[in-house]
């Protein structure tokens, strides 16, 4: 099975920062890897998929890069609406795997 | 506009069994795959089991392999996960979720329901 380790598990910042949030494939997964961002007590909802295609909808100052084993997901201009948990999930194999979640706090 | 409802989570002594449900409408059900994921209270999501929009395939995480079966009734488009053998340690959230590409078993997943609490306690 695929693990994914995201880093950091908890992020600090401030209104206005960029923030990077890493994501780390135990093997290949080409591309296939989805960013999902949780506020407490809701579903998850999709932002980038394929790892750096924004879902219809989402604002464009999230965005995502990489492929192979490292990916990562940027927030340029945070905004008050973005302090929540975001996970990574890849989908290279039909057992998908999540990321442990990374808590941005303000 | 896709919706996904979940239900049949409650409160379910150890060992006993439990079948949720996942009612789909809004588009064409028996094209879309279906997950089942969930979300341990305070914790992150677990991938658990997936079935193909055409019910032929099944897969599940090692931790619910033997115990879990997913499955799918297209004439009432609704989505089910059998859950036998509970365990204190499947207490969460379960989502129902979709796969966001037509008749693909791997894609993102696009639409989530809102989740149902199972709780596992004597």
């Known amino acids: 099975d695929i693990q994914m380790t995201q880093s950091p598990s908890t992020l600090s910042a401030s209104v206005g920062d960029r923030v990077t949030i890493t994501c780390r494939a135990s093997?290949?997964?080409?591309?296939?890897l989805a960013w999902y961002q949780q506020k407490p007590g809701k579903a998850p909802k999709l932002l980038i998929y394929?790892?750096?295609s924004l879902e219809s909808g989402v604002p464009s100052r999230f965005s995502g890069s990489g492929s192979g084993t490292e990916f990562t997901l940027t927030i340029s201009g945070l905004q008050p609406d973005d302090f929540a948990t975001y996970y990574c999930?890849?989908?290279?194999?039909?057992?998908?795997?999540f990321g442990q979640g990374t808590k941005l706090e303000i | 506009q896709v919706h996904l409802v979940e239900s049949g989570g409650g409160v379910v002594q150890p060992g006993r069994s439990l079948r949720l449900s996942c009612a789909a409408s809004?588009?064409?059900?028996?094209?879309?795959?279906l997950h089942w994921v969930r979300q341990p209270p305070g914790k992150g999501l677990e991938w658990l089991a997936i079935?193909?929009?055409?019910?032929?395939?099944?897969y599940y995480a090692d931790s619910v392999k033997g115990r879990f079966s997913i499955s799918r009734d297209g004439s009432k488009n609704t989505l089910y996960l059998q859950m036998n053998s509970l365990r204190p340690e499947d207490t969460a959230v379960y989502f129902c979720?979709?796969?966001?590409?037509?008749?693909?078993?791997?894609?993102?997943?696009?639409?989530w329901g809102q989740g149902t609490l199972v709780t596992v306690s004597s």
């Open positions: 809004g588009f064409t059900f028996n094209r879309f795959a």
């Open positions: 999930q890849q989908y290279n194999t039909y057992f998908y795997s």
């Open positions: 093997q290949s997964i080409s591309s296939w």
């Open positions: 979720v979709r796969v966001g590409y037509v008749v693909a078993t791997m894609g993102p997943s696009d639409y």
């Open positions: 394929r790892a750096s």
């Open positions: 079935i193909s929009h055409d019910g032929f395939k099944k």
